[in-house]
């Protein structure tokens, strides 16, 4: 499962090796994105600030996902997929085959649209991907399991059923699990695929009320149908369509002043 | 400025529509009320200036309905960009619009007082005074509806002549005061009227800064014409 293998720890050392400018976090230039003969993302240049939430809007089959897929490489499992253009996290192409998957893994972390649990305990579930990288000794282990959970504000409602399974948790438990589960291995950047759009109102507002806090370490780039969660949780936001890259700025912008036709067209609702 | 689609959703369409609608029949009865308040002024129609206080009401109820549909509208419909921009805008305008009725209100109320007055130079200048504010009123709400910011600035250079017109008549009519000092009461009740007229053209001023903002996203800074009553 993609979502557990995203991110691992990153040593002090290896976070100063690379000097860019602290202000971007994820640095995308003359991207085109390729299923087959589809050319699903165009040449899309924009840099993703560190610190900070961007939301990614735009209508179905506008390349939304691609785009995270892309940051992460996992369309590198599927053949007939592929990426041209630099996509450089601290200042390094991850887009380069020669940049290791595993190191990627570490540094972007990816949330689902449908939480995916593993079918094991809670605990389980955030050790996981922290036993697949690290050794640790069983306090560190579930000292580092708590951390996640907390910060997942996920502990409160289950550290005293650490042991049941994990299927047991509602949707929105589950996402946070997720979510700790990815920041378990301390990522960089965490990436959100529609969060939210299988959870029911509170649920969706705990999620959120999370990528606000979690804001402050982390950076964040989420994917979302619903516009209006964009409004709420973001302070950039990115439109796509037909896998171009539209408009991109401040939310605050782009929702009181978008500078582009089709980008006012389909946040006032009328689009086609 | 040109809203180039309708919404997908139909509804959200006439929802804008309707309170564009409201502000429009409101922005012509307080045209129309500082219009027949002056005409009564004019010519000492003190049951007309009855009628004009009276109808002022009408324009009290339009604004509350306009406040509850925009609100109404922003929660329904959650509006965006320049969707949100013309609610909020309307919000305000209606607010305006009916305090330009409270002028027209205040001046009709004048009229009795200035009954059995005899001939006051000065009164000669305010009918052309109310016509250039109501008509800065009514361009500015045509560009409201039109969206047409250009419009709109060109409201705001009008409003100089409103506040020469202002300017003189005060003169005229504190000259007029000390030649004639019985008439200092029915005086200074024209000079009311030509201070409310002349935040007429104030407060066509102040919505053409909306409608600019609604249809360019932007402000209107250092507007020309600005007024520095």
Redesign the interface.
């Known amino acids: 499962m993609n979502d557990t293998m995203m991110a691992m720890r990153i040593t002090p050392a290896e976070m100063s090796s690379a000097p860019v400018s602290t202000s971007v976090a994820i640095d995308i230039r003359d991207l085109d994105f390729y299923y087959g003969k589809s050319h699903a993302l165009k040449d899309v240049s924009m840099a993703i600030p560190a610190g900070s939430v961007t939301a990614i809007i735009g209508p179905s089959g506008c390349g939304k996902s691609t785009l995270l897929r892309t940051i992460n490489r996992i369309y590198e499992i599927y053949p007939d997929q592929y990426a041209a253009g630099s996509i450089a996290i601290e200042g390094r192409n991850v887009l380069d085959r020669r940049y290791p998957l595993s190191e990627l893994r570490r540094r972007v972390g990816m949330v689902f649209q449908k939480p995916t649990p593993f079918p094991s305990s809670i605990r389980a579930n955030v050790a996981f991907a922290l036993s697949y990288y690290e050794r640790f000794s069983k306090s560190e282990l579930s000292d580092r399991i708590e951390d996640a959970l907390r910060q997942a504000a996920l502990w409160d409602e289950v550290k005293d059923k650490l042991n049941q399974s994990a299927l047991g948790l509602s949707g929105g438990q589950q996402q946070r699990l997720c979510i700790a589960r990815t920041l378990a291995v301390r990522p960089e950047i965490i990436l959100l695929d529609e969060p939210t759009s299988a959870l029911d109102p509170i649920s969706t507002a705990k999620l959120e009320e999370l990528i606000h806090e979690l804001r402050k370490r982390f950076t964040i780039v989420i994917v979302t149908h619903n516009?209006?969660q964009a409004?709420r949780v973001s302070q950039r936001t990115a439109f796509f369509h037909l896998g171009e890259l539209v408009e991109f700025g401040k939310t605050s912008d782009i929702?009181?002043?978008?500078r582009e036709?089709r980008t006012?067209?389909y946040?006032?609702?009328?689009?086609? | 400025m040109q809203q180039?689609?309708?919404?997908?959703?139909k509804a959200?369409d006439e929802d804008l529509d309707r309170l564009r609608a409201l502000i429009s029949q409101m922005g012509g009865l307080a045209e129309h009320a500082i219009g027949e308040a002056m005409r009564c002024l004019v010519q000492r129609d003190v049951e007309g200036a009855q009628r004009v206080v009276t109808d002022d009401k009408k324009l009290d109820v339009l604004e509350v309905e306009t406040e509850r549909r925009a609100v109404q509208l922003i929660a329904l419909r959650?509006?965006?960009?320049?969707?949100?921009?013309d609610v909020v805008a309307a919000l305000k305008i209606s607010g305006v619009v009916e305090r330009i009725g409270d002028y027209a209100k205040n001046i009709a109320k004048r009229v009795p007082q200035l009954d059995n007055v005899g001939k006051i130079e000065p009164l000669s200048l305010l009918p052309e005074m109310a016509r250039i504010a109501t008509g800065m009123v009514h361009d500015v709400l045509d560009a409201f509806l039109e969206r047409d910011a250009q419009a709109a600035v060109r409201v705001c250079e009008r409003d100089d002549a409103v506040d020469d017109f202002y300017d003189s008549i005060f003169r005229a009519l504190l000259t007029h005061m000390m030649e004639n000092p019985q008439s200092i009461g029915p005086s200074a009740h024209l000079l009311f009227v030509a201070k409310n007229l002349e935040r007429v053209g104030d407060h066509a001023t102040n919505i053409a800064e909306m409608v600019y903002y609604a249809a360019t996203?932007?402000h209107m800074t250092d507007r020309p014409g600005k007024s520095g009553s």
């Open positions: 516009m209006q409004a929702f009181t002043n978008p036709q006012k067209d946040i006032t609702g009328r689009f086609g | 180039s689609r309708e919404h997908t959703l959200f959650a509006p965006m960009a320049s969707d949100l921009r996203g932007e």
